[in-house]
């Protein structure tokens, strides 16, 4: 009779420690939704679309990134980088919107949170309207925007 409480004790103790098991790495492996992550920590200040908020819009920043950087990976790792410690150095706006905006912020993100929205953002932009000299017509247009 006790082999068969220990046989059972030790069964439920194994099937106790698969789900919990299972539910941490499912959790764990879970992906960071980079939308929910600009909902959260970004949209008080900049819109997707114009006109902008406090910041520059998503859109516009998105395009500089794909001017500035041919691979995705590499737009990405550098935008999250930024995010995480802006500097002018950093920057792909220009001067006037450094002028008229300031530099943002380091953002308090995860390693996770900053290349799933960082992913996010350089998935927003198709082509399209938003290249170099392409804004609202509010500024002088000439298409220079990001610092070389």
């Given at each position: 009779m006790n082999k068969i409480n220990d046989m059972l004790t030790k069964a439920k103790v194994l099937?106790?420690?698969?789900?919990?098991l299972w539910?941490?790495?499912?959790?764990a492996s879970?992906?960071?939704?980079g939308k929910a992550?600009?909902?959260?920590?970004?949209?008080?200040c900049h819109s997707i679309t114009p006109p902008p908020k406090s910041a520059p819009p998503i859109l516009p920043i998105s395009a500089r990134y794909h001017q500035r950087y041919s691979s995705r990976a590499e737009g990405i790792k550098q935008m999250a980088d930024f995010i995480k410690a802006p500097s002018k150095e950093k920057v792909l706006a220009d001067q006037q919107a450094i002028t008229r905006f300031g530099l943002m912020p380091a953002i308090p993100l995860s390693a996770e949170e900053l290349a799933a929205v960082s992913a996010w953002v350089w998935d927003q932009y198709s082509g399209g309207q938003w290249g170099p000299g392409k804004g609202q017509g509010r500024g002088t247009g000439q298409g220079g925007c990001y610092q070389q």
């Open positions: 099937a106790l420690s698969g789900l919990m539910g941490f790495s499912s959790t879970a992906a960071v939704d992550v600009f909902d959260r920590s970004c949209s008080v």
